[in-house]
């Protein structure tokens, strides 16, 4: 019974300071490397038309054509994709103290990327790009860096800092769904950024989904206008 | 704890070099099974799918 009680205070020890210290080590380290990494990812200009803008004009029934949404085409500035476990981003929430100063962003949502506290789900776009960029993170241990995300209310401000500059996200909504809820990643139409953590604190029963639109930053103004 | 130490056999020397190890062990085990239960049940990392 006395070795049961020390095995589980044991784990309660581990899961709280021991994973912390470990992923707080790491991410100073992480966070250098993320900084090397801006000065040499490849950035490349494409040519962007916003979905929906080419005009379609259907022969037959003129009344269902549609009309353009957007006028010329812009230039979108777009970073390589990172490989799995390179550190490529960091984000700052001014409003959760932990967040403040930043937390470092690897590409990978397996266990051992997310050791390192929040990953980029590989399948969707890069932070500042069209699309949904999902990235998930500890809310308990390893840093914990998304401990607070239920404190974030619409309105306040993400900063995602990538090698193109800060991408500036607005909380749009915030969600409890399932673990299996996939569709929280699928694409959005703008420019989105998804963040997923495990709820409530200390089970991963569910899961806490904020979603961000883009708002300000190198692309702004060509994806949102 | 004691008798269990001088359970181990050899000399005094031995004995330490012997249960260092055996603690070593134990440790890098509890480690490993406190990351797995702590990615099992209490936070997998928020990923979805």
Same mark, same amino acid.
């Given at each position: 019974?006395?070795?049961?009680?020390?095995?589980?205070?044991?784990?309660?020890?581990?899961?709280?300071?021991?994973?912390?210290?470990?992923?707080?080590?790491?991410?100073?380290?992480?966070?250098?490397?993320?900084?090397?990494?801006?000065?040499?990812?490849?950035?490349?200009?494409?040519?962007?038309?916003?979905?929906?803008?080419?005009?379609?004009?259907?022969?037959?029934?003129?009344?269902?054509?549609?009309?353009?949404?957007?006028?010329?085409?812009?230039?979108?500035?777009?970073?390589?994709?990172?490989?799995?476990?390179?550190?490529?981003?960091?984000?700052?929430?001014?409003?959760?103290?932990?967040?403040?100063?930043?937390?470092?962003?690897?590409?990978?949502?397996?266990?051992?990327?997310?050791?390192?506290?929040?990953?980029?789900?590989?399948?969707?776009?890069?932070?500042?790009?069209?699309?949904?960029?999902?990235?998930?993170?500890?809310?308990?241990?390893?840093?914990?860096?998304?401990?607070?995300?239920?404190?974030? #209310?619409?309105?306040? %401000? +993400?900063?995602?800092? =990538? *090698?193109?500059? &800060?991408?500036?996200?607005? #909380?749009?909504?915030? %969600? +409890?769904?399932?673990? =299996? *809820?996939?569709? &929280?990643?699928?694409?959005?139409?703008?420019?989105? %950024?998804?963040?997923?953590?495990?709820?409530?604190?200390?089970?991963?029963?569910?899961?806490?989904?904020?979603?961000?639109?883009?708002?300000?930053?190198?692309?702004?103004?060509?994806?949102?206008? | 704890?004691?008798?269990?130490?001088?359970?181990?056999?050899?000399?005094?020397?031995?004995?330490?070099?012997?249960?260092?190890?055996?603690?070593?062990?134990?440790?890098?085990?509890?480690?490993?099974?406190?990351?797995?239960?702590?990615?099992?049940?209490?936070?997998?990392?928020?990923?979805?799918?």
């Amino acid at each position: 019974m006395i070795g049961f009680g020390l095995f589980l205070l044991g784990f309660v020890g581990h899961q709280l300071f021991v994973t912390t210290w470990f992923a707080q080590q790491h991410n100073v380290q992480l966070e250098s490397e993320a900084t090397e990494y801006f000065s040499e990812a490849g950035i490349a200009e494409i040519v962007y038309v916003a979905p929906g803008s080419p005009e379609v004009i259907d022969p037959e029934d003129p009344a269902t054509s549609t009309a353009p949404t957007t006028d010329e085409p812009q230039t979108l500035l777009v970073e390589q994709t990172p490989p799995d476990g390179q550190p490529f981003a960091i984000i700052r929430i001014p409003t959760i103290e932990r967040l403040q100063d930043g937390w470092t962003v690897v590409e990978g949502v397996t266990r051992g990327n997310l050791k390192a506290g929040a990953g980029h789900m590989p399948t969707t776009p890069l932070p500042g790009q069209p699309g949904n960029a999902v990235i998930s993170g500890h809310r308990t241990t390893y840093g914990a860096p998304f401990h607070e995300l239920d404190q974030l #209310v619409p309105g306040d %401000l +993400i900063e995602v800092e =990538t *090698a193109l500059g &800060v991408h500036i996200y607005a #909380v749009d909504e915030t %969600l +409890i769904v399932k673990p =299996t *809820a996939i569709w &929280v990643a699928q694409h959005r139409d703008g420019a989105w %950024l998804t963040l997923t953590t495990c709820h409530p604190k200390f089970s991963s029963r569910q899961r806490l989904v904020v979603f961000a639109e883009l708002v300000d930053g190198p692309n702004a103004e060509v994806i949102v206008g | 704890m004691k008798r269990l130490f001088l359970s181990i056999p050899g000399p005094m020397p031995v004995k330490v070099v012997v249960a260092v190890i055996a603690v070593l062990i134990l440790l890098v085990t509890l480690h490993f099974t406190y990351e797995w239960m702590g990615n099992t049940f209490l936070d997998t990392g928020g990923g979805v799918g």
